[in-house]
């Protein structure tokens, strides 16, 4: 599923064909995604502008001038796609329909939209913008990674006493918004901590020193336009190139780039562990 980085590169390359622009006409081709979409979507958002795209967590928010907010989630396979729109210096031209484009919005200007999902495990729906919080996707959800919430006092809070593993911790998305498996893992590495220690009993200015790492990594990651694993695309349908750079994330039995000890996949949480049993303590 994307994380944080590959949804923030998905939204800024959304932003040159939606931002402040009008959805001329809006195709919906089927009734659900991963859960049915809202009753008459294609209606509601049609002649409605775009007058922010916002992220919040792994989600893309469109707020429109009706009140509402288009929130999408591309779940494990979805793509934004955008055409007939200059991005990057290049004139992107409307490609044929395909069988798996689910939403198609035309917008204000002659771009295109397209949300294509083969696995539908993605999600659209319409919210209230003033009532967001109470969504059931989006309540309860902790700080942002780049907030001025998240600080080296939340964090010490937070964790104060807990038993569960860090890599667990962080990947509460009560406790931080956003953040994912590969990217807990290349946290913990650069921070030198093992992702089996009680996150209560790592020490304070162990904890507070993940701050600027997690903002670190994930500037990086956004830099480079995300990780692509297997389905994430940039909205011009371009790779993301952050996997090169991968220090322990997949990379079980490969020497460690910092002292050779062959990199350690253990599993947490029905999820993928990857570290360095010589850095990471």
């Known amino acids: 599923m994307p994380e944080l980085p590959e ?16 959805i001329a006409r809006a195709e919906v081709n089927r009734p659900d995604l991963r859960w049915p979409l809202p009753e008459r979507m294609a209606e509601r958002i049609t002649g409605a502008r775009v007058e922010r795209l916002r992220r919040r967590s792994k989600y893309i928010l469109a707020d429109l001038d009706t009140g509402e907010s288009l929130l999408i989630h591309l779940g494990m396979s979805g ?12 004139h992107l031209d409307h490609p044929a329909p395909q069988k798996h484009d689910h939403v198609v919005l035309q917008m204000e200007g002659g771009a295109r939209v397209t949300f294509n ?14 009532r967001e919080a109470a969504h059931w996707l989006l309540a309860g959800l902790g ?12 964090l010490l809070e937070r964790l104060k006493g807990r038993t569960m593993p860090i890599k667990s911790a962080l990947l509460d998305q009560r406790i931080l918004a956003g953040l994912g498996n590969i990217y807990v893992s290349e946290v913990l590495f650069r921070a030198g901590i093992d992702p089996r220690r009680a996150a ?25 336009g995300g990780s ?18 991968f220090r322990v994330y997949d990379r079980e039995g490969e020497p460690c780039a910092t002292c050779a000890t062959p990199i350690r996949r253990i599993v947490q949480s029905s999820r993928s562990s990857f570290f360095c049993p010589a850095c990471q303590r």
């Open 7 to 22: 949804v923030e590169t998905v939204r800024e390359g959304l932003l040159p064909a939606m931002e402040g622009r009008v």
């Open 79 to 90: 793509r934004m796609l955008v055409s007939g729109v200059m991005l990057g210096g290049f």
């Open 117 to 130: 999902d083969a696995r539908r495990f993605g999600a659209m729906d319409l919210v209230r913008t003033d």
């Open 143 to 154: 700080p942002e990674p780049f907030g001025n919430e998240f600080n080296e006092e939340y």
């Open 200 to 224: 209560g009993k790592i020490a304070a200015k162990r904890l507070a020193g993940l701050v600027p790492i997690i903002r670190e990594v994930l500037a990086e990651a956004i830099a480079a």
């Open 228 to 245: 692509s694993l297997r389905d994430h695309r940039q909205a011009d349908g371009e790779l993301g190139y952050f996997q090169h750079s």
